[in-house]
T-cell receptor, first 116, second 111 residues
């Protein structure tokens, strides 16, 4: 079965621009989470979507937003890019059915965003 | 506030040795403690996980030891191999909530 697919793999943007990243979860998975990975801070949680609704949110500014579609695919948008937004953005999907429980999160390979 | 503290940041171990990575957490509501392994250019992959009702879980050469009273857990890699060289993340979560990751440990196994 296909894994989590993130596109694009690499992206270079200029400060002030906006960017949209895409994540296709494993078939049947309804939960999609986004993480920012940087060398100094490790993996930081951005937000989680479940059945098209944002269920959890991390401590990132409003420039970071996301959405989930009816087929569970998710997009993350960052507006007004800053140099500090350069990072690996990882998407993870899980079953997270009801009743909700801790289930294994499967990560994609990430999108490497460089802001210049 | 960092809810999961991981140490050391980097670790070098001889082939055949034991690699030990430690984590401490603050939130007693956490009830799921996974460890993830990440190779360069790849996303993290679940290695092994434990729930607080057991003190130890072993899968092959990988063992999690869990101390609920101390709010600490650790990963032991027995007979460490060069192929184990990767970044390891401990994590914690509670039901219906996000996974909180430690900052990672870069493990290098000398051949």
């Amino acid at each position: 079965k296909a894994g989590v697919t993130q596109t694009p793999r690499y992206l270079i943007k200029t400060r002030g621009q906006q960017v949209t990243l895409s994540c296709s979860p494993i078939s049947g998975h309804r939960s999609v989470s986004w993480y920012q990975q940087t060398p100094g801070q490790g993996l930081q949680f951005l937000f989680e979507y479940f059945s098209e609704t944002q269920r959890n949110k991390g401590n990132f500014p409003g420039r970071f937003s996301g959405r989930q579609f009816s087929n569970s695919r998710s997009e993350m948008n960052v507006s007004t890019l800053e140099l500090g937004d350069s990072a690996l953005y990882l998407c993870a999907s899980s079953l997270a059915g009801a009743p909700l429980m801790n289930t294994e999160a499967f990560f994609g390979q990430g999108t490497r965003l460089t802001v210049v | 506030q960092q809810q999961v503290k991981q140490s050391p940041q980097s670790l070098i171990v001889q082939k055949g040795g034991i690699s030990i990575i430690n984590c401490a957490y603050e939130n007693t509501a956490f009830d799921y403690f996974p460890w993830y392994q990440q190779f360069p250019g790849k996303g993290p992959a679940l290695l092994i996980a434990i729930r607080p009702d057991v003190s130890e879980k072993k899968e092959g050469r990988f063992t999690i030891s869990f101390n609920k009273s101390a709010k600490q857990f650790s990963l032991h890699i027995m007979d460490s191999q060069p192929g184990d060289s990767a970044t390891y993340f401990c994590a914690a979560s509670k039901r219906d909530d996000k996974i909180i990751f430690g900052k990672g440990t870069r493990l290098h196994i000398l051949p």
